[in-house]
């Protein structure tokens, strides 16, 4: 069984800055591609960041230059760090994981979800 636990979501005022943490544990014997997804009320979970085991990372444009991914391989981590936060990054925030567990399965895992609220 394998476990993607997110934090660090809240409430921030608008310009303000989180940091969401991620944390993958379990049956795993590898992580590839990890990232992180939101999900708007009334809209369609949308891409955030994500990055490769090789350090390849993407943004989309509504986020590029105010959001940064990192990851940490030895921890099994991926993290987010968010400034010049905008009342319309308001969403609930999913970690994901493209993973191999130790048993040979290739599986696409997702947290939970944490709330990121950007609001005065």
């Known amino acids: 069984q394998v476990q993607l636990v997110e934090s660090g979501g809240g409430l921030v005022q608008p310009g303000g800055s989180l940091r969401l943490s991620c944390a993958a544990s379990g049956n795993i014997f590898s992580i590839y591609g990890m990232g992180w997804y939101r999900q708007a009320p009334g809209k369609q979970r949308e891409l955030v960041a994500h990055v490769t085991t090789g350090g390849t990372i993407t943004y989309p444009d509504s986020v590029k230059g105010r959001f940064t991914i990192s990851r940490d391989n030895a921890k099994n981590m991926v993290y987010l760090q968010m400034n010049s936060l905008k009342p319309e990054d308001t969403a609930v925030y999913y970690c994901?994981?493209?993973?191999?567990?130790?048993?040979?399965?290739?599986?696409?895992?997702w947290g939970q979800g944490t709330q990121v609220t950007v609001s005065s």
């Open positions: 994901n994981a493209a993973l191999q567990t130790a048993s040979g399965y290739q599986i696409n895992a």
